[in-house]
């Protein structure tokens, strides 16, 4: 753990000192834990000392002014960032009590667990029955044709994209509108069936009714899963999330229940950021 | 103002090139049609007066062609491969340093070479030489477009299949190559078509022969040697066979070109 960090000017809080407005899922099992994290790309730290924890089967949003981060702690959650040369995390980060950054840590098996859409959707250039079977392929998750079709089938179903696209799944996935390639590659990410789904800004290239369907997409998926999602858009964190951090310059600022961030929040500068004074 | 004159100008370069090369090409076409008949495609070389015709250099050519893509296209796609997806520190360095020096030496050199460590060894002139000495040159041009491909494929697509959980071979292999593949048979026609026309490497390794020949440890015939030989000829009889045999030639690699697109335009997503 390095010591050489400057005592960050906004410390978050731990949960219990957090008066008044708990997460409404404050008694959920804790399914990501992130202690003390410091991320680098070469010398540049870009996180300060995060920690925070995602409790299972809850929608939490990360915003803050771009440049703030909270991409980059997405991509820690499931060490997508190791692919950028020079990149290092301190510190822990934990999934159902397991340190993702342990040595001899799976990442392959980790990034199933942990699935991932992307800000621009980015479908391969295959038909659309193979984009959504892709994962269900390379790991081997079914036993056969009829499973395979089926779980491609649900996928396709969880993602709101089954009834559009059921008569041309062998053609093109690029053929696809922007927001339905946007489902699409929700699709391929549902159907390894992992326990987190990270989003990167999921609906921020699309039009406001393909926006609106990713949006109630995302509520219908907090069921089944545990949603993360980066967003530039406070309403749409105010819409589909029950919990919201608020980040800024690499730290974390304040985590709370969404409601009482766009309500009263505990800290001024998420009240700024909020209300627009800066950001 | 500058606009138009911008357009105009570069639309004028772009026309003096087209020209040049419709010129080239309507000139072979011109000179080469006259000689060219079904017994000039099927028969072999017979001495000045009777005829004859280019049947076993264009198997020939066609034998050392397939061969040389077979030895080239695998060696060469695979070191961009390495070169675009694992392609840092010293080794792929010096890598890249020496297949960009092998693009620029003289072909000659490379059937120079070849004459050296295989034609010598082996105590003959053979198709397999022929083959070796255009896959060395085809191996770099191949190496290098098919990294450049490579490179182009988006961050955003090798990102979404490691997100999927695929290791990394998984997603070059089926991902990564497969979205660069048009590039990738583009660069590999280009090397195909560039070595098709070869003739100073061959002379040193495949030499020539009269006859139609599969064996690979012999010489074989070949369009440009065949040429090469009906042109330096003073006889003005096969100097028509070689215009006809040029003509012949050309439209070989206009009809390997086309297949390949063809196939590709077909099968993409």
Redesign the interface.
């Known amino acids: 753990m390095s010591t050489t960090v400057p005592t960050p000017v906004f410390v978050p809080r731990p949960k219990a000192e957090q008066g008044g407005g708990q997460t409404p899922e404050a008694d959920a099992p804790i399914k990501i834990g992130v202690r003390r994290l410091n991320f680098f790309y070469g010398r540049a730290q870009a996180l300060h000392d995060i920690s925070i924890d995602v409790p299972e089967r809850v929608v939490m949003a990360f915003i803050g002014p771009s440049g703030c981060g909270k991409s980059t702690f997405l991509r820690t959650l ?1 060490r ?1 960032n190791d ?1 950028i ?1 020079g990149t290092r995390a301190e510190g822990d980060v934990l999934l159902d009590g397991e340190d993702i950054y342990a040595p001899g840590t799976d990442v ?2 980790l ?2 667990r942990v ?2 859409v ?1 800000q ?1 959707s ?6 659309i029955f193979d984009n959504v079977a ?2 269900l392929r ?2 081997r998750l079914t036993e056969n044709k009829p499973e395979l079709n089926e779980r491609v089938e649900q996928a396709l179903k969880d993602a709101a994209l089954w009834s559009e696209v059921k008569d041309r799944l062998k053609t ?3 053929g696809l509108s922007g927001g339905q390639q946007q489902r699409l ?1 929700i699709a ?2 549902l159907a ?1 069936r992992p326990e987190v789904v990270l989003m990167d800004e999921p609906a921020s290239a699309l039009d406001p009714i393909a926006t609106q369907k990713i949006e109630e997409l995302i509520v219908e998926l907090k069921r089944q899963y545990t949603i993360v999602i980066v967003t530039h858009n406070m309403q749409q964190a105010a819409r589909v999330s029950d919990t919201t951090a608020f980040f800024w310059l690499g730290k974390l600022v304040e985590v709370n229940a969404t409601e009482k961030i766009f309500t009263n929040p505990n800290e001024k500068l998420t009240e700024d950021y909020i209300t627009g004074r800066f950001g | 103002m500058m606009n138009a004159l911008m357009t105009t100008l570069t639309a004028a370069c772009a026309l003096f090139a087209v020209t040049m090369l419709l010129l080239i090409l309507g000139y072979i076409a011109f000179r080469g049609f006259g000689s060219l008949n079904l017994s000039f495609l099927v028969e072999t070389p017979k001495p000045v007066g009777e005829g004859g015709g280019i049947g076993n250099a264009i198997t020939g050519s066609l034998m050392l062609l397939g061969l040389a893509s077979l030895i080239g296209l695998p060696l060469g796609v695979s070191t961009g491969v390495f070169l675009a997806e694992f392609g ?1 520190g010293r080794f792929a360095s010096l890598v890249r340093f020496v297949t960009d020096t092998l693009t620029g030496v003289p072909s000659i050199v490379v059937g120079v070479f070849v004459y050296t460590v295989v034609v010598v060894p082996m105590g003959n002139f053979s198709a397999l030489a022929g083959s070796i000495a255009l896959a060395i040159i085809m191996t770099p041009i191949v190496a290098r477009t098919t990294e450049e491909m490579i490179r182009l494929v ?1 961050t ?12 990394q071979w ?1 997603v070059t292999t ?2 990564v190559l ?2 660069a593949a048009p590039g990738i048979a583009t660069g590999a026609m280009l090397a195909v078509a560039r070595v098709s026309g070869e003739t100073a490497p061959l002379l040193f390794t495949a030499l020539n022969y009269r006859f139609f020949s599969h064996d690979l440890f012999q010489p074989i015939a070949s369009l440009t040697v065949q040429i090469y030989n009906y042109a330096i000829s003073p006889y003005e009889e096969w100097h028509a066979l070689a215009w006809a045999a040029t003509l012949v030639l050309m439209t070989l690699i206009l009809v390997i070109n086309i297949a390949v697109r063809f196939f590709l335009t077909r099968k ?2």
Not at chain 1, 122 to 127: E, I, L, M, R, T
Not at chain 2, 156 to 167: D, F, I, Q, T, V
């Open positions: 499931n997508m692919t040369p392959v098996s990034r199933r699935g991932m992307f621009k980015n479908p391969f250039p295959k038909s892709y994962g390379i790991n093109s996935a690029l590659c391929r990410a390894v | 840092e988006p955003s697509l090798r990102e979404g299949a490691l997100a999927l959980g695929a290791p998984r089926g991902v497969p979205a993409r997503f």
